[in-house]
């Protein structure tokens, strides 16, 4: 399974898929690949994304006027892997439009399609004993976020049912880039470190080189996911070249070797 960091830290790229057009989101994805990118996460859009800030929010609702439902990323998902076999690839998703396919069929279709990991943002780890086994039978991390806010026994419960990494959130709030990132980020770090020997992903809030290398000292990987989609938002038709550019002055960042993910 290509869910790997073989550098530290590593780098997990994050697009809303359809935003602008599916055929450039597959352009992005691969310029980003190109550039680096250790793991990509593949952002259903979704009519209500309440975990996201504006600039997540605006692309999914780009997405949304162009038709883009999770059956395209999976098709889309299955064209990446076609061109990448060594790139770790996540559906990123609420839980709605996994329901309307239905648990076992998305599972399924998602393997087929060479997809490695799902992180659904809403679904609590206490409700989600149907979705863990689905994605078990069909052999298919699931990446689970762990809050600053979450107490240690609920952080033991994430890390045990987590597969491939641990997403842990910087800070509370939504998505989207800050120009400094919260004590919250390190300290929950360490707390997932005592429970898991899982990589841990930092995400929320990083959106440059500068934050990059700070979260790099003490997570095993960083996630970039708001500065990637403003980068595409403001840069129409160049947006393959633009995240390329940025997705490789990160990359450069990343020049220690690291284990692999189990």
Known sequence: MPLSFYKKPGLVVYVTCGDPDLATTRAVVLAA???GADVIELGVPFSDP????????????RALRH??????????????????????????????????????????????????????TDLPVEEAGEYLRAMKLNDLAPVFLAAPTSPDT???RIAEASRGFVYAVSRTGV???????????????HRLR???????????GISNAEQFTEVGKFADAVVVGSAIVETIERSRGREATAVGEFVRELSAICCQPSAKMS
Not at 87 to 110: D, H, Q, W
């Open 194 to 204: 005592r429970v898991t020997k899982l990589p841990i992903a930092v995400g929320f």
């Open 154 to 156: 609920r952080l033991k």
């Open 33 to 35: 690949i190109d550039a």
């Open 175 to 189: 998505t989207g880039a800050r120009q400094r990132l919260a004590d919250d980020a390190k300290k929950l770090v």
């Open 50 to 61: 309440v975990a996201d800030g504006p600039v997540i929010q605006r692309a999914s609702e």
């Open 67 to 120: 038709g883009t439902c999770l059956a395209q990323v999976l098709t889309l998902a299955a064209e990446v892997r076609q061109h990448a076999q060594s790139t770790g690839l996540v559906v990123f998703s609420y839980l709605n439009p996994i329901l309307r396919m239905g648990m076992e069929k998305f599972c399924l279709v998602a393997r087929h399609a060479g997809v490695d990991g799902v992180l659904v």
